[in-house]
């Protein structure tokens, strides 16, 4: 069975997408998107193992697609990966800024080490590769480019680290949006709130009942987003139909930004089906366990 898009299948036919972060989780959903709408995905990553395993999912699907390994902390290692996409393809027609993470821990204990960290993988990362995107191809050629952040709006307490970094990321967004846009180059961001992605097996044990019970009873639409959710928005805003969409950000997180205790008891959604069309996804195993 392919991914079950919303899109035509031919969307993205003879385009080239990087995607950072493709082997696991929204990046490898999205990348699987990508490919099956005809675009060469070129995903990027630290794990030999996770980007191999993407490959060979995508061309026993069909689709086409390269593995870079690389961190996109790292300056010299992002622009020899953004040349040899250019080698081996000839363009660059859109990137996916999916990369990076976070832990969960109260602001009185981070780090300095901790929090500077955080930053560069989320923010300062993400900069040099769309930096480096623009520079050598988008300058000259248009594109689009999607980067991601969080459900940060009136704060993100025990993550404030990352609060800051995605921050700083929607406002960098809204920079580039108006200074690359002589170039035909839109930039925007998505926003995912609670995803039932592979990311959530990451955390610790400590934070097993925040995840399984603390999260979703606070959002209107009371469950988890999937990661075909998210790569639905990302996939609009890479294509034509967002020509006239920059500087912006789609909050994918069932409206939990809006729900303000005290002001509305929120009651048991109903008539709101999740949509999953990735076809190989499934639950991460801290979910599992509470089915």
Request: net charge negative; charged share 20%; with cysteine.
């Amino acid at each position: 069975m392919p991914y079950d898009s919303i899109y035509r299948q031919d969307l993205f036919a003879g385009r080239t997408v990087i995607v950072t972060g493709g082997g696991s989780g929204i990046g490898r959903c999205t990348a699987h998107e990508l490919a099956s709408l005809g675009a060469h995905v070129a995903i990027v990553g630290r794990s030999t193992g996770k980007l191999e395993r993407v490959r060979g999912e995508i061309e026993s699907d069909g689709g086409s697609i390269s593995t870079h390994i690389a961190d996109i902390r790292d300056e010299d290692s992002v622009i020899a990966t953004v040349e040899q996409v250019l080698v081996d393809r000839g363009r660059i027609d859109g990137l996916v800024n999916n990369a990076g993470g976070q832990y969960r821990a109260p602001m009185k204990s981070i780090s300095t080490k901790g929090f500077e960290a955080v930053v560069r993988s989320n923010l300062t990362g993400g900069f040099i590769v769309m930096r480096e995107v623009y520079n050598r191809w988008m300058v000259d050629h248009g594109g689009s480019i999607v980067n991601m952040i969080a459900d940060i709006w009136h704060g993100w307490p025990h993550f404030s680290h990352s609060a800051a970094a995605r921050g700083g990321m929607l406002t960098l967004s809204e920079c580039a949006a108006t200074e690359w846009a002589e170039s035909g180059v839109r930039v925007n961001t998505v926003a995912p709130g609670s995803i039932a992605s592979q990311g959530l097996d990451t955390y610790e044990a400590k934070d097993t009942a925040f995840i399984q019970n603390d999260l979703t009873p606070g959002i209107p639409l009371q469950r988890f987003g999937t990661e075909a959710e998210v790569s639905a928005a990302i996939v609009f805003l890479l294509s034509r139909a967002a020509s006239y969409i920059t500087g912006s950000c789609i909050r994918i997180d069932g409206g939990a930004p809006n729900a303000r205790r005290g002001w509305w008891d929120l009651q048991p959604a109903t008539n709101n089906e999740a949509f999953d069309g990735f076809h190989r996804s499934s639950l991460p195993e801290i979910l599992n366990e509470v089915r």
